[in-house]
Protein backbone atom coordinates (compact mmCIF):
# COMPACT_ATOMS: atom_id res chain seq x y z
CA UNK A 1 0.00 0.00 0.00
CA UNK A 2 1.42 3.74 -0.83
CA UNK A 3 0.35 6.33 1.36
CA UNK A 4 -0.17 9.14 -0.66
CA UNK A 5 1.43 12.65 1.11
CA UNK A 6 -0.49 15.23 1.93
CA UNK A 7 -0.33 18.58 -0.48
CA UNK A 8 0.55 21.50 0.84
CA UNK A 9 -1.96 24.63 1.29
CA UNK A 10 -0.83 27.86 -0.07
CA UNK A 11 -2.72 30.83 2.10
CA UNK A 12 -2.08 34.41 1.18
CA UNK A 13 -2.17 36.95 3.49
CA UNK A 14 -3.52 40.31 1.56
CA UNK A 15 -5.01 43.42 2.41
CA UNK A 16 -5.17 46.29 -0.50
CA UNK A 17 -4.14 49.03 2.42
CA UNK A 18 -1.01 49.08 4.11
CA UNK A 19 -0.06 48.76 7.76
CA UNK A 20 -3.42 46.81 8.82
CA UNK A 21 -1.50 44.12 10.42
CA UNK A 22 -0.78 41.88 7.45
CA UNK A 23 2.65 41.04 8.91
CA UNK A 24 1.83 40.65 12.12
CA UNK A 25 -1.19 38.04 11.45
CA UNK A 26 0.47 35.96 9.47
CA UNK A 27 3.78 35.43 11.90
CA UNK A 28 1.18 34.68 15.00
CA UNK A 29 -0.95 32.59 12.82
CA UNK A 30 2.28 30.82 11.43
CA UNK A 31 3.31 29.65 14.92
CA UNK A 32 -0.21 29.21 15.90
CA UNK A 33 -0.76 26.56 13.48
CA UNK A 34 3.03 25.05 14.44
CA UNK A 35 1.59 24.74 18.20
CA UNK A 36 -0.88 21.72 16.84
CA UNK A 37 1.72 19.69 15.04
CA UNK A 38 1.83 21.10 11.14
CA UNK A 39 5.11 22.42 9.44
CA UNK A 40 4.78 25.48 8.20
CA UNK A 41 6.68 27.69 5.63
CA UNK A 42 6.15 31.41 5.53
CA UNK A 43 7.01 33.45 2.29
CA UNK A 44 7.77 37.09 2.79
CA UNK A 45 6.12 38.33 -0.51
CA UNK A 46 6.28 41.63 0.51
CA UNK A 47 9.32 42.05 -1.87
CA UNK A 48 9.67 46.18 -1.88
CA UNK A 49 9.79 46.13 1.70
CA UNK A 50 10.40 43.06 3.57
CA UNK A 51 9.31 42.59 7.54
CA UNK A 52 8.91 39.37 8.51
CA UNK A 53 12.24 38.71 9.23
CA UNK A 54 11.75 41.94 11.63
CA UNK A 55 9.25 40.56 13.51
CA UNK A 56 11.45 37.51 14.45
CA UNK A 57 14.19 39.37 15.16
CA UNK A 58 15.92 36.23 11.66
CA UNK A 59 19.70 37.49 10.68
CA UNK A 60 18.96 37.02 6.69
CA UNK A 61 22.25 35.97 4.61
CA UNK A 62 19.75 34.90 1.27
CA UNK A 63 16.70 36.65 0.18
CA UNK A 64 13.83 35.45 -2.46
CA UNK A 65 15.43 38.34 -4.54
CA UNK A 66 18.92 36.46 -4.20
CA UNK A 67 17.59 33.27 -5.52
CA UNK A 68 15.39 34.53 -8.36
CA UNK A 69 18.61 36.36 -9.75
CA UNK A 70 21.40 33.25 -9.10
CA UNK A 71 18.79 30.44 -9.70
CA UNK A 72 20.72 28.59 -6.47
CA UNK A 73 19.07 26.07 -4.58
CA UNK A 74 15.72 28.06 -2.92
CA UNK A 75 16.59 25.87 0.49
CA UNK A 76 19.84 27.56 1.10
CA UNK A 77 17.39 30.98 1.48
CA UNK A 78 15.26 29.12 4.44
CA UNK A 79 15.49 30.20 7.93
CA UNK A 80 14.48 28.29 10.91
CA UNK A 81 12.89 30.40 12.46
CA UNK A 82 11.49 28.06 15.64
CA UNK A 83 10.43 24.13 15.96
CA UNK A 84 8.46 23.44 12.34
CA UNK A 85 8.64 27.25 11.30
CA UNK A 86 10.64 27.81 7.97
CA UNK A 87 10.73 31.16 6.48
CA UNK A 88 11.96 32.63 3.03
CA UNK A 89 12.61 36.11 3.71
CA UNK A 90 12.09 39.34 1.14
CA UNK A 91 14.08 41.86 -0.36
CA UNK A 92 14.00 45.31 0.92
CA UNK A 93 14.41 48.65 -1.09
CA UNK A 94 14.11 46.43 -4.50
CA UNK A 95 11.47 48.72 -6.18
CA UNK A 96 11.71 45.94 -9.28
CA UNK A 97 10.70 43.07 -7.12
CA UNK A 98 7.32 44.72 -6.66
CA UNK A 99 5.75 44.03 -9.93
CA UNK A 100 7.26 40.71 -10.74
CA UNK A 101 7.93 39.93 -14.49
CA UNK A 102 6.71 37.09 -15.70
CA UNK A 103 9.99 34.86 -16.29
CA UNK A 104 10.41 35.47 -12.51
CA UNK A 105 6.84 34.60 -11.42
CA UNK A 106 7.69 31.53 -13.20
CA UNK A 107 10.86 30.43 -11.14
CA UNK A 108 9.08 31.80 -8.09
CA UNK A 109 6.31 29.35 -8.60
CA UNK A 110 8.98 26.67 -9.13
CA UNK A 111 10.89 27.32 -6.41
CA UNK A 112 7.99 27.64 -3.94
CA UNK A 113 6.55 24.10 -5.13
CA UNK A 114 9.85 22.46 -4.43
CA UNK A 115 10.46 23.50 -1.34
CA UNK A 116 6.50 23.41 -0.06
CA UNK A 117 6.50 19.60 -0.25
CA UNK A 118 8.04 19.73 2.97
CA UNK A 119 5.30 21.82 4.62
CA UNK A 120 1.65 21.19 5.45
CA UNK A 121 1.46 25.36 5.12
CA UNK A 122 2.48 27.92 3.21
CA UNK A 123 1.73 30.87 4.20
CA UNK A 124 2.08 34.27 1.70
CA UNK A 125 2.67 37.61 3.48
CA UNK A 126 1.96 40.14 0.92
CA UNK A 127 3.24 43.91 0.48
CA UNK A 128 -0.25 46.45 0.18
CA UNK A 129 -0.98 47.66 -2.88
CA UNK A 130 -2.22 46.04 -6.00
CA UNK A 131 1.24 45.58 -7.56
CA UNK A 132 1.64 42.75 -10.17
CA UNK A 133 3.00 40.85 -7.43
CA UNK A 134 0.24 41.10 -5.21
CA UNK A 135 -2.13 39.77 -8.18
CA UNK A 136 0.18 37.17 -8.61
CA UNK A 137 0.67 35.36 -5.08
CA UNK A 138 -3.13 35.64 -4.50
CA UNK A 139 -3.72 33.67 -7.97
CA UNK A 140 -0.87 31.60 -6.57
CA UNK A 141 -2.45 30.21 -3.48
CA UNK A 142 -5.15 27.93 -2.77
CA UNK A 143 -7.00 30.72 -0.81
CA UNK A 144 -6.51 34.50 0.04
CA UNK A 145 -7.07 35.84 3.33
CA UNK A 146 -8.06 39.52 3.80
CA UNK A 147 -6.68 41.33 6.64
CA UNK A 148 -9.15 44.28 7.10
CA UNK A 149 -9.85 46.77 9.49
CA UNK A 150 -12.80 49.01 10.70
CA UNK A 151 -11.49 52.40 9.10
CA UNK A 152 -13.44 53.07 5.72
CA UNK A 153 -9.82 53.46 3.49
CA UNK A 154 -9.36 49.58 4.63
CA UNK A 155 -12.77 48.29 3.16
CA UNK A 156 -12.69 50.84 0.01
CA UNK A 157 -9.07 49.51 -0.46
CA UNK A 158 -9.99 45.62 -0.08
CA UNK A 159 -12.71 45.80 -2.07
CA UNK A 160 -10.47 47.31 -4.87
CA UNK A 161 -8.46 44.81 -4.74
CA UNK A 162 -11.28 41.47 -4.12
CA UNK A 163 -13.08 43.61 -7.67
CA UNK A 164 -9.62 43.15 -9.23
CA UNK A 165 -8.76 39.54 -8.48
CA UNK A 166 -12.06 38.25 -9.30
CA UNK A 167 -12.60 39.75 -12.38
CA UNK A 168 -8.98 39.46 -13.96
CA UNK A 169 -7.79 36.67 -11.73
CA UNK A 170 -10.82 34.17 -12.06
CA UNK A 171 -10.51 34.27 -7.86
CA UNK A 172 -14.25 33.69 -6.23
CA UNK A 173 -13.43 32.56 -3.05
CA UNK A 174 -12.29 35.30 -0.09
CA UNK A 175 -11.55 35.33 3.43
CA UNK A 176 -11.88 38.03 5.95
CA UNK A 177 -10.08 38.46 9.01
CA UNK A 178 -10.96 41.95 10.85
CA UNK A 179 -8.18 43.59 12.68
CA UNK A 180 -7.80 46.38 15.16
CA UNK A 181 -11.45 45.91 16.52
CA UNK A 182 -12.80 47.41 19.29
CA UNK A 183 -15.91 45.83 19.87
CA UNK A 184 -18.16 42.68 18.72
CA UNK A 185 -20.50 45.46 17.21
CA UNK A 186 -18.05 47.16 15.07
CA UNK A 187 -16.51 44.12 13.53
CA UNK A 188 -19.84 42.63 13.05
CA UNK A 189 -20.72 46.27 11.33
CA UNK A 190 -18.13 46.25 9.08
CA UNK A 191 -18.38 42.58 7.87
CA UNK A 192 -21.72 43.13 6.96
CA UNK A 193 -20.49 46.33 4.74
CA UNK A 194 -18.24 44.76 2.89
CA UNK A 195 -20.32 41.42 2.68
CA UNK A 196 -23.39 43.32 1.00
CA UNK A 197 -21.27 45.56 -1.56
CA UNK A 198 -19.79 42.58 -3.13
CA UNK A 199 -22.51 40.71 -3.28
CA UNK A 200 -24.16 43.67 -4.85
CA UNK A 201 -21.76 44.66 -6.99
CA UNK A 202 -19.66 41.53 -7.45
CA UNK A 203 -22.07 38.59 -6.63
CA UNK A 204 -19.61 37.28 -4.92
CA UNK A 205 -19.95 35.79 -1.22
CA UNK A 206 -17.30 36.60 1.52
CA UNK A 207 -16.34 34.36 4.90
CA UNK A 208 -15.67 35.96 7.80
CA UNK A 209 -13.07 33.61 9.75
CA UNK A 210 -12.70 35.85 12.61
CA UNK A 211 -11.71 39.33 13.98
CA UNK A 212 -8.49 40.37 16.21
CA UNK A 213 -8.96 43.54 18.90
CA UNK A 214 -6.95 46.30 19.04
CA UNK A 215 -4.27 45.44 21.48
CA UNK A 216 -1.73 46.81 23.05
CA UNK A 217 0.64 43.92 23.67
CA UNK A 218 0.68 43.72 19.82
CA UNK A 219 2.29 46.73 19.15
CA UNK A 220 4.89 46.15 22.51
CA UNK A 221 5.63 42.51 20.54
CA UNK A 222 6.89 44.70 17.01
CA UNK A 223 8.53 46.69 19.34
CA UNK A 224 10.36 43.90 21.17
CA UNK A 225 10.75 41.90 17.84
CA UNK A 226 8.88 38.86 19.46
CA UNK A 227 5.31 37.32 17.93
CA UNK A 228 2.76 38.19 20.85
CA UNK A 229 1.56 34.59 20.84
CA UNK A 230 5.08 33.87 22.49
CA UNK A 231 5.38 37.15 24.68
CA UNK A 232 2.08 37.74 25.54
CA UNK A 233 0.14 34.17 25.28
CA UNK A 234 -2.63 35.07 27.01
CA UNK A 235 -3.43 38.49 25.55
CA UNK A 236 -6.59 38.74 23.49
CA UNK A 237 -4.91 38.99 20.62
CA UNK A 238 -2.56 35.93 20.89
CA UNK A 239 -6.54 34.03 21.78
CA UNK A 240 -7.93 35.26 18.66
CA UNK A 241 -5.39 34.30 16.36
CA UNK A 242 -5.36 31.03 18.01
CA UNK A 243 -9.44 30.44 17.57
CA UNK A 244 -8.49 31.64 13.76
CA UNK A 245 -5.96 28.90 13.24
CA UNK A 246 -8.01 26.44 14.65
CA UNK A 247 -10.50 27.31 11.78
CA UNK A 248 -7.84 27.00 8.93
CA UNK A 249 -10.10 24.04 7.80
CA UNK A 250 -12.84 26.48 7.23
CA UNK A 251 -11.12 28.55 4.57
CA UNK A 252 -12.99 28.93 1.06
N1 LIG B 1 -4.53 43.99 16.65
C1 LIG B 1 -3.63 44.98 16.75
N2 LIG B 1 -3.63 45.80 17.83
C2 LIG B 1 -2.73 46.79 17.96
N3 LIG B 1 -1.77 47.06 17.05
C3 LIG B 1 -1.71 46.29 15.95
C4 LIG B 1 -2.63 45.22 15.74
N4 LIG B 1 -2.32 44.61 14.55
C5 LIG B 1 -1.26 45.28 14.06
N5 LIG B 1 -0.89 46.27 14.89
C6 LIG B 1 0.22 47.25 14.68
O1 LIG B 1 0.04 47.87 13.42
C7 LIG B 1 1.29 48.12 12.82
C8 LIG B 1 1.27 47.57 11.39
O2 LIG B 1 1.24 46.17 11.45
P1 LIG B 1 1.89 45.27 10.30
O3 LIG B 1 3.28 45.72 10.00
O4 LIG B 1 1.68 43.86 10.68
O5 LIG B 1 0.95 45.69 9.08
P2 LIG B 1 1.09 45.34 7.54
O6 LIG B 1 -0.29 45.28 6.99
O7 LIG B 1 1.93 44.11 7.36
O8 LIG B 1 1.88 46.58 6.99
P3 LIG B 1 2.50 46.79 5.51
O9 LIG B 1 1.33 47.02 4.61
O10 LIG B 1 3.34 48.02 5.68
O11 LIG B 1 3.27 45.56 5.17
C9 LIG B 1 2.35 47.47 13.70
O12 LIG B 1 2.96 48.48 14.48
C10 LIG B 1 1.57 46.54 14.59
O13 LIG B 1 2.11 46.44 15.86
Same mark, same amino acid.
Given at each position: ???????????? $????? /??? /?????? $???????????????? !????????? !??????????????? #?? =???? %?????????? +?????? +??????? =?? !????????????????????DFDYVIIDTAAGIGSSVLWYNR??????? #???? %?????? %?????? *???? &???????????????? /??????????????????????????????????????? $??????????? +??? *??? &?? $?????? *??????
Open positions: MTLSKKMPQTLC $VTSGK /GGV /GKTSFT $VNFAIALTRSGNRVLV !VDGDMGLAN !VDVLLRLSVKNNIRD #IL =ESGA %DPRQALIFAR +PNLAVL +PGSSGVP =EM !VSLGERHQDRLAGFIRQISSFSDHSIF #ILTP %DPTSMT %DAYALI *KLLS &RDQGINGFNMVLNFVR /GVREGNHTVETIKRVTQRFLNLGLSHLGSIPEDKAVRQA $VLDQVPFIEQT +PGS *KAA &RA $VHDLAG *KVGSLI
